[in-house]
T-cell receptor, first 117, second 116 residues
Framework: AQKITQTQPGMFVQEKEAVTLDCTYDTSDPSYGLFWYKQPSSGEMIFLIYQGSYDQQNATEGRYSLNFQKARKSANLVISASQLGDSAMYFC??????????????FGPGTSLSVIP | DVKVTQSSRYLVKRTGEKVFLECVQDMDHENMFWYRQDPGLGLRLIYFSYDVKMKEKGDIPEGYSVSREKKERFSLILESASTNQTSMYLCASSFPRGISGANVLTFGAGSRLTVL
């Protein structure tokens, strides 16, 4: 069963506008971590932002913020003031494994974001 | 400044061949991972390792094996390649959770494998 769902295969946003990329997850572990990665057309994977399950505040990193709603098991990425360089695939990921001694990181199917000039 | 190196960027193999994909990291990371990336499916975890000689199955281990004889090297092996293993393979590494709460993954550039 898929543990990370990204329901938006493709999104368009006007340059300078804000955009929200959806991510929902499923885990029974009380301790977990959530990540967002960006993959431009060049193929490299770029870490954007992290949220721990016990973090009290939503994570922010520059123009990126993570809208973490624990009860709903959602971790949406908000990109403010979109730029042309934001056009890329975006992946939501989860680290789980509190019950074990190691870390397992799984990814969602991704959302393709296109920024329109 | 390269931190995770995948030995082959592009490979073309024939059905039934044995294929080795090598990954080396120079950051002294304990965790190493192999994913395959396919359009519409995202990254799917094949195997991961949290220590030398230790390995754990991911979500799609069938048809693959791995080897980690040294901390810095994690190899993915396709014993008998099949056409449905044509994909992009990504290696990644990280510190364990205890060292860094975020334990961010550092990825290699990827190996695009085509099996004919």
């Amino acid at each position: 069963a898929q543990k990370i769902t990204q329901t938006q295969p493709g999104m368009f946003v006007q340059e300078k506008e804000a955009v929200t990329l959806d991510c929902t997850y499923d885990t029974s572990d009380p301790s977990y971590g959530l990540f967002w990665y960006k993959q431009p057309s060049s193929g490299e994977m770029i870490f954007l932002i992290y949220q721990g399950s016990y973090d009290q505040q939503n994570a922010t990193e520059g123009r990126y913020s993570l809208n973490f709603q624990k009860a709903r098991k959602s971790a949406n990425l908000v990109i403010s003031a979109s730029q042309l360089g934001d056009s890329a695939m975006y992946f939501c990921a989860m680290r789980e494994g509190m019950k074990t001694s190691y870390d397992k990181v799984i990814f969602g199917p991704g959302t393709s974001l296109s920024v329109i000039p | 400044d390269v931190k995770v190196t995948q030995s082959s960027r592009y490979l073309v193999k024939r059905t039934g061949e044995k294929v080795f994909l090598e990954c080396v990291q120079d950051m002294d990371h304990e965790n190493m991972f192999w994913y395959r990336q396919d359009p519409g499916l995202g990254l799917r975890l094949i195997y991961f390792s949290y220590d030398v000689k230790m390995k754990e199955k991911g979500d799609i281990p069938e048809g693959y094996s791995v080897s980690r004889e040294k901390k810095e090297r994690f190899s993915l092996i396709l014993e008998s390649a099949s056409t449905n293993q044509t994909s992009m393979y990504l290696c990644a590494s990280s510190f364990p959770r205890g060292i860094s709460g975020a334990n961010v993954l550092t990825f290699g550039a990827g190996s695009r494998l085509t099996v004919l």
